[in-house]
């Protein structure tokens, strides 16, 4: 075991994987607690979970890197999630995808991606900001939502 | 005091319903929460109560909302009475934006638990026999009949048995599963109670995508009310049966839909598809015989068992029975939830209830069935929505999703998009799927700039039948059926080149 296992983050991380140990297949819900906690999951978290769950890091490491909801780096301060689905696309979801990329070049506090459906296809536009979504959106709605981001 | 409804859903509040409840809360309303009931092209919905029933306001803003309760807004009646939902038949979606959705009472008084506590009085053959009867078909996509399904799983002999209920609901164009839960979450609990019930299974698991924050929290409320209740846990309504329920949430795959990527998903894997057989009833979830259901196959269940088979037999087309949700999506007037008995015509779907396109230009194209599912053109709009009818036009029913485009589509950017999508959500475990996506994308790439395209178009042809014919399962297997409607339908969209020489810039 390395220092890391000692430090505060490395320890919430072992409880919060420890809290699962009664569930029938827990990595799923470990992985989506740390996120949660966390807003990513380190390398350092792969090796704890995997300790504790009598895992080989090589597996959860595959598991980790399957799902497109966890990430390895920390979050930006802000998240854009735009859908490119095909009902989005029928009333222009890919201009507003397009401009939206467009207007946060360069910004590294917003990361714009794309989604594909968020359940809410018939008030397309759709997309997530921060966590909330909206529908019927445009660029300048987009605008008008993340005016105070800066 | 005047009592006002206003959709906690999750599409109402995307278009600024919880701004418009705080908004009647100030004006001094007494705000319930309903669910959405489903007209979409109408939210936020607000319905004032009064003697003669709930009066509907339609696209009510924060601005207007204190008007509504002077009678001020677009008016559209009484709710109930509405030509767009009047002529549905609301079967899974009879409560689903009457009632509050967490309100357990509520939902008994308008008819919940009434299947369940049929159900057992019966024994667990007898509840099988009951679905069988109905015509009930798997409402996810593939249309297998439930019944059989459930009478696979209570035959196997295994000291544990699970329900899973499929919530991952990834198709574009389709919410249906999303707004019953957060609706009328007890009806799908009360589905997998009498499912677990039918199969001998003491345990069910939600998977549901973590697209859906607003109906998880609904599901994880509710199930905590039935257990309080006793509808859940040790000995329900006393009939010595004992059922759990977990909630699990995704983590963004779309192909963590298909049962088996499902069930890996469950287990803590990667969303791989499993070879099959051997087929999930038998040896399912932790190797253990499951019934793998849809949201809206479980939510069609407690009416059947309340009504009986053969009521919702009596509804359908051919071997298409019952009601189907349907979701208008996309570029449609109104938009929304559309429960009508199988066999109701495409044209009717768009054109009547959806009002045509939101843009007012004409209807060029119609997806039905999700992004594997046919682009379907209007000169195809007598089809009748069931499973078999559909396929005889070369189109699938799916999972009831229909979304609608304009004359300003590009289908040939669709038929590319049919192979990006595939391309980012393969599972990667077979070659023709893995590979097919990512080399049909780059091949219409080439058409698309007019680059050789009557060769190429013949590769696009080789590659689907490749993937039609090698891939494990319908992710690979069915994306070549968008891109093949698209090239059948619209062959000018594809002829670029001709373009060209005629000096159109593409
Ligand atoms: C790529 C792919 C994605 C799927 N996505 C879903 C889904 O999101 N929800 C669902 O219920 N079924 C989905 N299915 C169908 C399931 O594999 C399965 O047929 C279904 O859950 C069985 O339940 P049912 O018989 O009640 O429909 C998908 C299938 C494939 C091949
Ligand atoms: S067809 Fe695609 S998604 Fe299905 S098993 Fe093969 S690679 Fe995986
Ligand atoms: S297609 Fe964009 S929300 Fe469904």
């Given at each position: 075991m390395t220092t890391e296992s000692f430090t505060p983050h490395a320890q919430r991380a072992r409880t919060i994987t420890e809290q699962?140990?009664?569930?029938?297949?827990p990595l799923m819900p470990v992985l989506r607690d740390l996120m949660e906690e966390f807003g990513h999951i380190s390398r350092d978290d792969v090796a704890t979970v995997a300790d504790v769950l009598n895992l080989s890091v090589a597996e959860v490491h595959g598991v980790v890197s399957f799902?497109?909801?966890?990430?390895t780096t920390p979050p930006p301060a802000h998240t854009i999630a735009l859908c490119r689905a095909e009902a989005c696309q029928s009333v222009g979801g890919e201009q507003v995808f397009a401009e939206t990329v467009a207007a946060h070049?360069?910004?590294?506090d917003v990361e714009v991606r794309e989604v594909f459906c968020l359940g809410n296809c018939a008030l397309g536009p759709s997309g997530m900001l921060d966590g909330r979504l909206h529908g019927r959106l445009d660029a300048d709605r987009i605008a008008a939502l993340t005016g105070d981001w800066r | 005091m005047t009592t006002v409804w206003v959709p906690a859903d999750a599409a109402a509040v995307s278009v600024g319903a919880d701004e418009v409840a705080d908004a009647l809360v100030a004006a001094g309303a007494t705000v319930r929460r309903n669910g959405s009931r489903g007209m979409l092209w109408a939210e936020p919905l607000v319905e004032v109560e009064t003697d003669g029933g709930r009066i509907g306001y339609a696209n009510v803003t924060p601005e207007g909302a204190a008007g509504v309760l002077d009678g001020h807004g677009d008016c559209l009646g009484v709710v109930d009475d509405h030509e767009w939902l009047a002529g549905q038949r609301r079967?899974?979606?009879?409560r689903v934006g009457v009632?509050?959705?967490?309100?357990v009472e509520g939902f008994e008084a308008q008819g919940g638990w009434a299947g369940l506590r049929r159900a057992l009085t019966m024994s667990p053959a007898d509840v099988v026999e009951e679905v069988t009867a109905s015509g009930l078909r798997g409402?996810?996509?593939?249309?297998?009949p439930a019944g059989v399904k459930w009478k696979t799983v209570l035959g196997a002999e295994a000291d544990t048995k699970y329900v899973a209920c499929n919530?991952?609901?990834?198709?574009?164009?389709?919410f249906a599963d999303r707004m019953v839960v957060e609706g009328d979450p007890f009806t799908l609990i009360e589905g997998m109670v009498i499912a677990a019930y039918a199969v001998g299974a003491s345990e069910g698991y939600v998977y549901v995508r973590s697209e859906y924050p607003h109906a998880i929290t609904a599901l994880r409320r509710a199930i905590e009310t039935a257990y309080t209740h006793g509808?859940?846990?040790?000995?329900i309504l006393g009939s010595g049966h004992h059922v759990d329920i977990h909630v699990r949430v995704g983590a963004?795959?779309?192909?963590?839909?298909e049962e088996s990527s499902m069930l890996e998903s469950l287990e803590g894997r990667r969303g791989e598809v499993r070879a099959k057989p051997p087929i999930p009833a038998l040896k399912?979830?932790?190797?253990q015989p499951t019934a793998v259901n849809n949201v809206l196959t479980l939510c069609a269940v407690p009416m059947i068992l309340a009504d009986g088979g053969r009521a919702y037999a009596d509804l359908g087309v051919g071997r298409s029975r019952g009601t189907q949700v349907f979701q208008l999506a996309g570029n449609v007037a109104r938009g929304g939830i559309v429960e009508l008995p199988?066999?109701?015509?495409l044209g009717e779907l768009v054109?009547?209830?959806?009002?045509?396109?939101r843009t007012g230009r004409p209807v060029r194209a119609v997806q039905v069935g999700g992004p594997l599912g046919a682009y379907v053109p209007p000169?195809?709009?007598?089809?009748?929505?069931?499973y078999e009818e559909l396929a005889e036009i070369e189109a699938m029913l799916g999972h009831g999703g229909v979304v609608v485009f304009d004359d300003t589509v590009d289908m040939a950017r669709m038929a590319r998009f049919a192979f990006e999508f595939c391309a980012v959500e393969?599972?990667?475990?077979?070659t023709p799927c893995r590979i097919g996506a990512v080399r049909g994308k780059e091949t219409l790439d080439h058409v698309i700039a007019g680059r050789d395209v009557e060769r190429n178009l013949e590769l696009v042809d080789d590659l689907c039948n490749t993937m039609t014919k090698g891939?494990?399962?319908?992710?690979g297997g069915l994306t070549p059926m968008p891109v093949q409607s698209a090239i059948r339908h619209w062959p000018e969209d594809f002829d670029r080149s001709h373009q060209e020489q005629e000096g159109v810039p593409s």
């Open positions: 699962h140990l009664g569930d029938r297949g799902y497109h909801d966890f990430r070049e360069g910004r590294d | 079967v899974s979606f009879a009632i509050d959705p967490q309100d409402r996810g996509g593939a249309g297998f919530f991952d609901e990834g198709d574009s164009g389709t509808f859940l846990g040790r000995d963004g795959a779309y192909i963590c839909g399912g979830l932790f190797g199988m066999g109701v015509t054109e009547g209830y959806g009002g045509g396109t000169d195809r709009f007598d089809v009748q929505m069931g393969s599972c990667g475990k077979c891939s494990l399962c319908a992710m």
